[in-house]
């Protein structure tokens, strides 16, 4: 749609709305927890004496359904008996834009990695218990990447928003801390394993994820720009009508540049990057495009409205100068690198 000489952009959010759905009876919150609980360690319970750590446990389907439906009814019973609070209906449930995106990153994510892991002559069940990994250190790491970076004082005041997600607020830059320390707490815990064995690959899948969230950024109207004149200028209609630099398509197209960089150099070394190449080659190449496209961004803490650079911008530089030193002190280009650490 056209508003004078820039695009208007008014893109409902919600991609599905499947609305509310009346439960035949209440359940019990604390029952549904007290279920995941019971089938986890019901699910070691069941796993062979003598399974080895790359395989998956063979449990018989009869068995696994018995555990989850028998957790189910047993997590119900008891907070039936003992206080918890209930639900009689779920909705209304809407399919998000941005939630779409959000998932199907992993999914591709997941695809990816496996091929890389097949590659390396690695095990790819090895890649299901990483991204459990990821995605927990994803959520948690942008959520208080948030909280602390961009609005401390109001989750100060406020801690129990802080697990509000729903309303938003996820900082990339503290997703990428959560993800670095999980890929540490991983490779920890796996023989023959680097840490920046593991990171070369994984920033490329992270660098194809950060283009779906970002498209899913701008079907939300959110993370905009600056207003301008330039031609491309959108005007977000769900915020006002003022065209402004759709910040976020920007940073779409630079993590898709990234990624076609860093899936480049991985074939051109036959799958096998020199270790810590690829992990440079993201830090320095993103978020020197991120500190340039900054300037384009509205500031998202209103504490550093004043400061010479924003907060997104500071937080970049330290990532840019540990790049930077990666592939000027530690990486080797002329050798092959091993997998073992």
């Known amino acids: 749609m056209q508003n004078s000489d820039h695009l208007v952009w008014n893109a409902d959010p919600v991609a599905i709305d499947l609305g509310t759905f009346h439960l035949p009876f ?10 995941f609980v019971i089938i986890y360690f019901g699910y070691q319970w069941l796993a062979p004496d003598n399974q080895t750590e790359d395989k998956e446990p063979e449990i018989h389907p009869l068995k696994l359904t018995g555990l989850i439906i028998g957790s189910f009814v047993l997590g119900q019973l008891a907070f039936l008996i003992l206080p918890s609070p209930t639900i009689s209906e779920i909705g209304p449930i809407q399919l998000r834009w941005y ?32 991204f459990m990994y990821v995605i927990i250190a994803t959520v948690v790491g942008a959520r208080l990447g948030h909280v602390l970076f961009y609005d ?8 129990f928003q802080i697990l509000a ?14 993800i670095l320390l999980a890929l540490y707490v991983f490779v920890n815990k796996k023989k023959q394993m680097s840490f920046l064995w593991l990171t ?10 950060g283009a779906f969230i970002r498209t899913g950024n701008f079907m939300n109207s959110e993370i905009i720009g600056e207003p301008t004149e330039m ?35 991985y074939k051109n070394y036959n799958n096998n990057p020199p270790e810590g190449s690829l992990f440079g080659l ?3 190449i993103l978020f020197s495009g991120r500190f340039l496209l900054e300037f384009t961004k509205m500031e998202q803490a209103a504490f550093a409205a004043d400061w010479i650079f924003n907060m997104g ?20 280009w002329q050798k092959k690198p091993q997998i073992n650490a």
């Open 152 to 159: 401390p004082s109001f989750y100060f005041r406020y801690p």
């Open 282 to 284: 993201f830090l320095t």
């Open 313 to 332: 911008q500071w937080l970049s530089v330290p990532l840019i100068i540990a790049g930077i030193w990666l592939i000027s002190k530690k990486v080797d």
């Open 99 to 130: 939630s779409m995106l959000f998932a199907g990153s992993f999914v591709v994510g997941i695809w990816l990695t496996r091929k890389m892991f097949i590659h390396a002559g690695r095990n790819p069940l090895e890649v299901d218990q990483l």
């Open 231 to 265: 031609a491309w200028g959108i005007v977000f209609q769900r915020l006002d009508m003022v065209p402004r630099h759709p910040t976020m398509l920007y940073e779409a197209l630079l993590c898709i540049v990234v990624f076609a960089i860093l899936w480049k150099v």
């Open 200 to 209: 070369d690959r994984v920033v490329i899948v992270v660098a194809i994820a």
């Open 26 to 35: 209440p359940i019990t919150l604390y029952g549904i927890f007290a279920a």
């Open 165 to 178: 997600v729903w309303n938003g607020g996820l900082a990339s830059h503290g997703a990428a801390i959560g």
